[in-house]
């Protein structure tokens, strides 16, 4: 069982940034950060592949977020530029239990979630 916990989150205004850590207490393969919006569905913001080859971002964030990780230190990070109020949400780091080729979008296939960190973005 690897334990996640997520850190980094706050307040900003609008056009800010803020950098998300993750740190898992184990070895992990495929990672992602998720978000959930008050009244919304969870929805995946961006994943990487297990040794980091691998990106895929959403639509709605591609260009302002970079998720990176650093297997030494067990951490994975999502850099976060140009916030704006809609990126406000909980952010969750997500991670499988064994590899997965290339990268994939869907929940259902990261065994391990943290607790998750707010982000608020004002404008």
């Known amino acids: 069982q690897v334990q996640l916990a997520e850190s980094g989150g706050g307040s900003v205004q609008a056009g800010g940034s803020l950098r998300l850590s993750c ?3 184990g070895r992990t393969f495929n990672m992602g ?4 919006a008050p009244g919304e569905e ?10 980091g080859g691998n990106t895929y971002y959403a639509d709605s964030v591609k260009g302002r977020f970079t998720i990176s990780r650093d297997d030494g230190k067990n951490t994975l990070y999502l ?17 499988a239990k064994s590899a997965i080729a290339g990268v994939t979008v869907d929940l259902n296939r990261y ?10 973005v004002s404008s």
């Open 42 to 51: 969870r929805e995946f913001v961006a994943v990487i592949s297990w040794g």
């Open 111 to 120: 065994e391990y979630w943290g607790q998750g960190t707010q982000v608020t």
């Open 79 to 95: 850099q976060m530029n140009s916030l704006k109020p809609e990126d406000t949400a909980v952010y969750y780091c997500a991670a």
């Open 23 to 25: 740190a898992a207490s």
């Open 33 to 36: 950060w998720f978000r959930r």
